[in-house]
């Protein structure tokens, strides 16, 4: 059935609440960037060959965070954490990891983005994982070093490929390393952990239900004594998420998006100053069309095709170590990633997505890049440039030896200057804008580290209402062991 829908209707109906849950899918992203780089912060001068055979304890996080969405709307979040893990070594041949936490959001009143207010964060198992070594084994057993290698792991795990651009995922799953001299081959079969945030925020439940399929393989290679490792691989995901359907105005919304990326690139180092990652990848496949077209201004529900995806997107990165007593480092970054003008809405969803007959050129993936802290957008129709530096400028005194302090400046532009983001943007106009972004590490003792970041960022004239109030980002947090 077709149908005409006025624009103010639509958007009063769909685009608004797409939208709204586009702001959850952002705040979920940036909380889980902050989450990695807490938990890095624990104990990391305690190497795990230095541990008993058996080793189990936790961790209690303490987070304040304040952030300004979109619309200017200011959101208050205090949340705690506790962290419990399990680990066991026999000869360094199997391994066992388990780790869990739960956890509390109180919000202020009506901060929350989802609607459900202050909440207690789901017991969770966010790590479960077995790994068995065939060398190790050999070595261990045998006393025997063996030429090549195998090395299993399954269950509960992070899979972390290349820089991040095309996966960065906590997989359900098996991953396989063959090995043999200076070549490597990655095997991957899982799925997504089911609570984890889905990439298309229209879908009902994205933030908690998310069913996908992932099979891939990658190829390496070390040469020239490992300073430099090229790489090859093959993705395929398979939306196996539930057959939902969003209605409206009169017209249904369905969700299926099946990918594939084909990759390749390099890392390692150019001098011992200067090192380097490079991140290429296709992406194809298909995904549903949007359910309403754009015509003359009115928004027409037409019935959805399946359309084939042909997208890209590369990440570049360099690393330049002064290698003084401070650790001082320099970095620079670049992200390119194809957009659509043919998209209604969004750059990722099948709500306002893809114009029937038409390919879809807008990349979308399953990796975690640094888009920023305030802004944090997501990797599609994206030109981003990054520079940073960072150092322990204390390093000669007693208690702040293990502070680390540094900056991140980000320059945001589309790709396609005709085609969405996941948020509201001027057709015609590539400018989205500029970040600012500062962080600091402080190691206090093995068992207790302070973190903090603040972003703050500049609207473009890309962005519709760029004349609205900057938008900040804090965060602060206390993370003890014990």
Known sequence: MYRALTVAGLLGLGATSAM??????????????IRRDTRLLVRPD???EQRALIDYGGYASFYFLALDDPTGNTHLLRQSE????????????????????????????????????DEWIDATLDRASYTFDLRRASEAYKGET??????????????????????SEDIDGAVVDLEYGPGKLELLLGRTRPDQVDIDSARPNFEDSTHRNFFGAMMSCDLADGDHTPYLYG???????????VTVGGTNTNFDYNSFYVGFGSKGKITDYLRYGVEFAYEGGTSLSSAFVNTGGVFTGVTQ??????????DARLDYFLHDQAGTFFSGELILATGDSDRVLSS?????????GTKDHAFNAFGLLNTGLAFSPDVSNLFVMRVGAATYPLRNTEWFRRLQIGVDLFLFNKFNPDGPIDEATNAGDRYLGFESDFYANWQITSDLAVSARYGVFFPGS?????????????????????
């Open 20 to 33: 709204g849950q586009a702001q959850l899918d952002r705040f979920e992203r940036q909380l889980e960037q």
């Open 46 to 48: 305690v190497p795990p």
């Open 82 to 117: 506790l962290n419990g893990y399990f680990r066991a070594d026999i000869d360094g041949v199997h391994q066992v990891f388990i780790r869990g936490r739960v956890g509390y959001q109180d919000f202020n009143q009506g901060d929350d983005f989802d609607g459900k207010g």
């Open 146 to 167: 063996l030429p090549y290698n195998f090395v299993f792991t399954g269950g509960r795990q992070l899979v972390h490929w290349a820089n991040g651009l095309v996966l």
């Open 235 to 245: 993705l395929v995901q398979q939306d196996d998420n539930p057959d939902d359907t």
């Open 305 to 314: 095709t399946k359309e084939d995806i042909s997208a890209w997107a590369v």
């Open 348 to 356: 990722s969803s099948s709500f306002g997505g893809n114009t029937p």
């Open 462 to 482: 890309g962005i519709v209402d760029a004349d609205s109030d900057i938008r900040h980002f804090f965060f602060t947090g206390l993370t003890v062991a014990f």
